[in-house]
């Protein structure tokens, strides 16, 4: 790349060199046009008014790409369904959602692009509910020109697969099963259910019947077996500890349900215990589902319903960061560090 001297009337479509200063006395001072800006038609009577009759411009070489349009071939590269970038600027390039969904993110091959010179690539956490237009990840080229070696390697780490992309959550019906002799006898009030019921309606999903039963472990099974013949999932809440009482686990396992998962490294939500009934997700919701503002239900819930299947991998890596901060000054998750 090489800088030199040109009469601004023969500096179309070149590089500025330069950043370049317009002041107008009471109404402004700063950059009116920034080095790395490709000039255009319209800015040469703008800069002559500024003063500016020659401009140091940029000359790329044959191997050279200019940071737009490095920015928006390695947007192209790594961005995959359910986003849409943004017009390059500044050698910048965000990625934003094109809907409501669950943002993947591949960071083994995210780390290997960030390794290379000149690039960078930035994006929210795997795993995370994204909203249409959020800015779910963001391209910046570094100097005012990359090689174009760089962007050769960069589809070699890509190989044709995207690198970040959303996938959209399907509508599903739940069956919800609350168990507990003190809600079913009437002595307490019950709160799974309305806390149950949002979270699934915030995702677009819904509960198609509630059932009420006492720590019974053969009407607990029956009623699970029977709920996931009419639902996608079933939900069951209360009784998951180990106490003698606590029959739910028994009763899951007990329908020839295949559980993946019991104990979880998050909390709250210790005692969440997930299984396969006929390929139909039942939970197991610990009390603390009823109280607490987060769980590990709202972590699950969204990799279910696009379609992810809960494996004991997967919980046992929410440990770092499974420990909710409880703040004081007001719940802020998604956006926070809770099981990220």
Excluded at 163 to 179: D, Y
């Amino acid at each position: 790349m090489k800088v030199k001297s040109v009469d601004v009337s023969e500096a179309v479509g070149m590089i500025l060199g330069q950043d370049l200063t317009r002041i107008v006395p009471g109404e402004f001072k700063g950059v009116a046009f920034k080095k790395g800006h490709m000039i255009q038609e319209q800015d040469i009577p703008v800069m002559r008014s500024m003063g500016k009759n020659n401009v140091y411009v940029l000359k790329l070489g044959p191997d050279e790409i200019h940071e737009n349009d490095a920015a928006a071939t390695l947007a192209g590269l790594v961005a995959g369904r359910g986003l849409k970038g943004s017009e390059a600027a500044e050698g910048k390039v965000e990625l934003k959602a094109e809907r409501s969904g669950l943002l993947k993110v591949d960071a083994d091959r995210l780390t290997q692009i960030n390794l290379l010179t000149g690039v960078a690539l930035a994006t929210l956490h795997d795993g995370v509910l994204v909203k249409p237009d959020e800015v779910a990840a963001a391209v910046k080229i570094i100097p005012l020109a990359l090689p174009a070696a760089t962007l050769d390697k960069i589809a070699a780490i890509c190989s044709g697969l995207p690198l970040v992309s959303v996938v959209p959550l399907s509508t599903q019906k739940a069956g919800l099963i609350i168990t507990g002799n003190e809600v079913y006898d009437g002595l307490i009030q019950d709160r799974f259910a309305p806390v149950i019921s949002q979270k699934l309606s915030a995702l677009g999903s819904t509960i198609t019947e509630t059932v009420f039963l006492p720590d019974d472990k053969l009407r607990i099974a029956a009623a699970i077996e029977q709920l996931a013949g009419k639902n996608d999932l079933v939900i069951v809440t209360g009784g998951m500890s180990v106490d003698p009482d606590d029959v739910t686990p028994a009763a899951i396992r007990s329908t020839g349900a295949e559980v993946t998962v019991y104990g979880a490294p998050v909390l709250p939500g210790a005692m969440f215990m997930t299984a396969y009934l006929q390929g139909k997700p039942v939970l197991g919701i610990p009390a603390c589902g009823m109280y607490a503002r987060v769980t590990v239900l709202d972590v699950v819930l969204p990799k279910l319903l696009a379609g992810e299947r809960i494996d004991r991998k997967y919980i046992a890596a929410l440990g770092h960061g499974g420990l909710c901060r409880k703040c004081a000054d007001g719940c802020r998750y998604p956006n926070c560090s809770f099981a990220k």
